[in-house]
């Protein structure tokens, strides 16, 4: 099972997941809260990439990787409103720098999930010029970094955000308002599209796209109306309503209807983060669930911390979905959380021939990025969860590969799966 000439071979990461004391941004402040993380986790110096992300570019090198998809982070580069940090901009050229002299091709996130503090107690993303002071930030970063990198992902999965810190309050700010939460979409949409615009002007043969979080419903009774119903309602929100908003300027998906021009066609790639399957099935109780309760469902294998169900084909079902919107596709995500390490070898194998299935069908997918390199904080399940090719101890900084990481490697230098 050969790949194109040319396949992006990587993995995935976010600043404030490796980079350690971010403490100008909204999660930093979110983890001081008590009963914020689970286990009362603090992300901390996390893997220490601040200072010390190079010894990652090594391994990631040896391991026979030549892409990495990584996050700048906005608090970092400019901490207050009127004051722009240009020791970080550099210290990300710096990294870039190091990224491609180990072979290794940057795609750049500039929004992976976390915001300035200022901006956050400010309104954060309901506020109506939060396009423009985001578009701010894109028009400092980017001339800065783009002799580095061609390849920007402006946002990282919006509507998954906008569900756990708009809707479920898991995540910082901690809304439960379901009117919030619409227009944060629709200014994150905006945003995207302003960043968009922004990048081409700096850079005209970048390509620019976003990682769409896809998320499998299926009904958790095939022959029931209503399962049917809020598993394609659920699938259009989650699944299809942002890729719409960029490509369609507009959006047709309850509760989210929004009318965006500027949006339209701001999309060059579309980048694939995919982990799991539910079933959903009607519930009149659970409206901010769009009236659909969803469970793992039976017959599947389950990964570590019920994160979800292992099912390949599902990644060879969204990239399908994907492909239907006319535009190459970068899998952007995809990983498991596996502390011994007994799953995330066949998980590698088995979802990737799914990937090669899509390509030999005609999907136009560029590259594969594996969350994730290292153990890194995991949001609010904190350390708990384990995706690392290799294993970090977040204490000592000790590193210890897993034999997933040489079963990566050598797909990765023979770009083909055996």
């Known amino acids: 099972m050969r790949f194109p000439a040319g396949f992006r071979w990587g993995t995935a990461t976010s600043a404030h997941q490796v980079e350690g004391d971010n403490v100008h941004n909204d999660w930093w402040a979110w983890e001081q809260q008590p009963g914020r993380i689970l286990n009362g986790d603090r992300s901390g110096s996390a893997c220490r990439w601040w200072t010390r992300a190079e010894e990652d570019f090594d391994r990631a090198a040896a391991l026979g990787q030549n892409a990495h998809r990584l996050s700048i982070e906005w608090s970092r580069i400019q901490p207050e409103p009127g004051r722009w940090d240009e020791a970080a901009l550099e210290r990300y050229r710096e990294m870039l720098r190091g990224l491609r002299r180990r072979g290794i091709e940057p795609m750049v996130t500039l929004l992976h999930f ?8 400010r309104g954060g993303w309901t506020r109506e010029d939060a396009p423009a002071l985001f578009a701010r930030f894109v028009e400092r970063a980017v001339p800065a970094l783009r002799d580095h990198c061609d390849l920007w992902c402006t946002l990282n999965e919006p509507v998954g955000w906008v569900f756990s810190a708009c809707i479920r309050g898991t ?15 629709t200014n994150l949409a905006r945003a995207h599209a302003a960043a968009y615009h922004a990048i081409h002007r700096h850079q ?16 958790a009774d095939p022959h029931s109306v209503l399962d049917r119903f809020v598993a394609a309602r659920q ?11 960029v490509t369609a300027g507009r959006v047709r998906a309850f509760p989210w209807r929004a009318h965006i021009p500027e949006a339209a066609g701001t999309l060059d790639f579309i ?18 669930q769009l009236f659909g309760r969803t469970f793992p469902g039976p017959g599947l294998p389950m990964s570590d911390g019920a994160y979800g169900v292992i099912y390949p084909e599902g990644l060879y079902r969204v990239l399908r979905l994907a492909h239907g919107y006319g535009r190459p596709v970068f899998v952007t995500e995809n990983g498991i959380p596996d502390e011994d390490d007994d799953q995330r070898p066949d998980f590698i194998v088995s979802h990737l021939r799914e990937v090669w299935r899509a390509i030999e069908e005609g999907v136009d997918v560029r590259g594969y990025y594996h969350w994730s390199l290292v153990d890194n904080f995991e949001w609010a399940e904190g350390w708990s969860l384990k995706f690392g090719l290799i294993a970090l101890d977040p204490a000592t900084q000790v590193r210890t590969e897993r034999p997933s990481a040489q079963v990566y490697a ?9």
């Open 114 to 121: 976390t915001v300035p503090l200022w901006f956050a107690e």
């Open 171 to 185: 995540w910082p700010p901690g809304g439960r308002s379901v009117g919030g939460a619409m227009r944060a979409a």
């Open 204 to 219: 005209a043969t970048a390509r620019v796209g976003f990682a769409n979080y896809f998320r499998l419903f299926d009904p």
């Open 235 to 245: 699938d259009r929100f989650v699944n299809r309503a942002f890729l719409d908003a």
């Open 271 to 288: 980048g694939v983060n995919y982990y799991t399957r539910d079933l959903a099935r009607f519930d009149p109780l659970v409206p901010r």
């Open 410 to 418: 050598e797909i990765c230098r023979s770009n083909a799966l055996g």
